[in-house]
């Protein structure tokens, strides 16, 4: 079976069902005991995820490492459940892509010898500190103009024409 024995301790090497021998065959004063079968069946383990928690994040290009870990372990995979607008992750690594609300997923899809883990999700939130500044016609006359400014996924912006005017944005 899924084990051996070295000098008289058992060493288990995975899940699946152990015969253990015992046999004494005697001395000149002893006589031969009976030989003992003894069965063990070794089932697969539970594990459990540790996954640190994510602070709210400002929107820039410096990336997120996620530290989790299993409590036997086994690689952690991630995926974004929620808020992949605003954010992608690759290995232990998430991108910044825009302003909202994110929940990341930790999970082990376990193996042979272990269970999978309850999967651990973490909610934070990406937001914006300030943005690029507004380019365009300082000294604008009756015509039509264009303004430009950083276009964040998930963040609105509200424009407003001092002395009346239509805005049409895109």
């Not at 001395?27 to 994510?54: E, L, M, R, W």
């Not at 039509?144 to 963040?155: D, L, S, W």
């Amino acid at each position: 079976g899924p084990g051996n024995i070295i000098n008289d301790t058992l060493f288990i090497t995975g899940v699946g069902t152990i015969i253990v021998k015992a046999l004494q065959p005697g001395d000149d004063t002893y006589s031969a005991a009976p030989t003992v079968n003894d069965t063990i069946t070794v089932i697969k383990g539970d594990q459990v995820i540790s996954f640190d928690s994510i602070p709210d994040q400002i929107f820039d290009a410096n990336k997120i490492t996620l530290v989790a870990s299993s409590s036997m372990g086994q690689g952690i995979s991630y995926s974004i459940i929620a808020g992949a607008a605003y954010a992608s992750v690759s290995s232990n690594k998430i991108t910044k892509k825009g302003a909202g609300t994110v929940t990341v997923r930790a999970s082990q899809n376990g193996n042979s010898n272990y269970n999978a883990a309850i999967p651990v999700e973490r909610t934070f939130c990406i937001g914006v500190r300030t943005l690029t500044p507004i380019i365009g016609q300082a000294s604008p006359c009756l015509a039509t103009y264009r303004y430009n400014t950083q276009k964040i996924p998930g963040a609105s912006f509200v424009w407003t024409i001092s002395g009346g005017g239509v805005l049409t944005t895109n």
